[in-house]
């Protein structure tokens, strides 16, 4: 099923967020300017308006059914939109040669009715991020393109040319804390989507090292059965 490629592989590292959905960088760019985006800003507002819309709707008297039937419809139509937004990042990494998408491991299940309906859930990872990532890995594999996940630790903090961390001072910029580098003011999430694509590779690991690692116990479940729970809506 697998093709082959002879070709060394070209690992594209790919960032999820809300402001842009996919941030792409393939490794081998001279620097952050090389990087692809898809605005995540429409489905934002859709997310937005629809738990608005269901809280209306869970307030008003159409029966329980009929809100989740609704809210099952109008996720239909987001994943439409996500859908076409994998396909534009496939079409893209389809440009290189052997390419190979490197997500962050994600630990968390979407779950759209929790979106809509727990006063405490946040947007993207009750439901966006998550799904974003699972659809990128169906589409990918329509288009034969290999994804594979590399830890998440502070690949969002890493500078990606030295590998201290660094500080996002207006949050969507990104600016390295090390004297003797020049990365400063690149955008986060392009940063971000080349250290992915760095950690793809052997020896490319953050120079950062946090005194007590990090336990697997603090994290939310990971997702390992395909998404039982969005599949209960
Ligand atoms: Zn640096």
Same mark, same amino acid.
């Given at each position: 099923?697998?093709?082959?490629?002879?070709?060394?592989?070209?690992?594209?590292?790919?960032?999820?967020?809300?402001?842009?959905?996919?941030?792409?960088?393939?490794?081998?760019?001279?620097?952050?300017?090389?990087?692809?985006?898809?605005?995540?800003?429409?489905?934002?507002?859709?997310? +937005? *308006?629809? @738990?608005?819309?269901?809280?209306? !709707?869970?307030?008003?008297?159409?029966?329980?059914? #009929? $809100?989740? /039937?609704?809210?099952?419809?109008?996720?239909?139509?987001?994943?439409?939109?996500?859908?076409?937004?994998?396909?534009?990042?496939?079409?893209?990494?389809?440009?290189?040669?052997?390419?190979?998408?490197?997500?962050?491991?994600?630990?968390?299940?979407?779950?759209?009715?929790?979106?809509?309906?727990?006063? +405490? *859930?946040? @947007?993207?990872?009750?439901?966006? !991020?998550?799904?974003?990532?699972?659809?990128?890995? #169906? $589409?990918? /594999?329509?288009?034969?393109?290999?994804?594979?996940?590399?830890?998440?630790?502070?690949?969002?903090?890493?500078?990606?040319?030295?590998?201290?961390?660094?500080?996002?001072?207006?949050?969507?910029?990104?600016?390295?804390?090390?004297?003797?580098?020049?990365?400063?003011?690149?955008?986060?999430?392009?940063?971000? *989507?080349?250290?992915?694509?760095?950690?793809?590779?052997?020896?490319?690991?953050?120079?950062?090292?946090?005194?007590?690692?990090?336990?697997?116990?603090?994290?939310?479940?990971?997702?390992?059965?395909?998404?039982?729970?969005?599949?209960?809506?």
């Amino acid at each position: 099923m697998v093709a082959m490629h002879k070709s060394d592989p070209t690992a594209i590292g790919v960032d999820l967020g809300e402001y842009n959905l996919y941030t792409a960088c393939p490794v081998k760019m001279p620097d952050w300017k090389g990087a692809y985006t898809i605005s995540g800003d429409d489905l934002c507002v859709q997310l +937005d *308006a629809l @738990r608005e819309q269901t809280a209306a !709707l869970l307030g008003s008297e159409y029966d329980r059914d #009929t $809100i989740v /039937a609704y809210v099952k419809d109008r996720r239909v139509a987001l994943i439409e939109a996500i859908d076409a937004a994998a396909r534009e990042l496939c079409e893209y990494a389809s440009a290189y040669e052997h390419p190979v998408l490197v997500t962050e491991d994600s630990h968390f299940k979407p779950d759209l009715w929790a979106w809509v309906t727990d006063p +405490d *859930a946040h @947007r993207g990872t009750s439901w966006l !991020l998550p799904i974003a990532h699972r659809r990128l890995r #169906t $589409i990918a /594999a329509e288009y034969s393109i290999e994804v594979t996940t590399v830890p998440e630790e502070f690949s969002s903090q890493e500078c990606h040319v030295c590998g201290v961390l660094g500080e996002r001072p207006l949050n969507k910029t990104f600016r390295c804390t090390n004297p003797d580098c020049h990365v400063d003011g690149v955008y986060a999430d392009h940063n971000a *989507a080349k250290v992915l694509a760095q950690r793809y590779y052997p020896g490319q690991q953050c120079a950062y090292r946090p005194s007590r690692p990090t336990s697997p116990d603090d994290r939310p479940a990971v997702l390992a059965d395909g998404g039982i729970a969005e599949n209960n809506g």
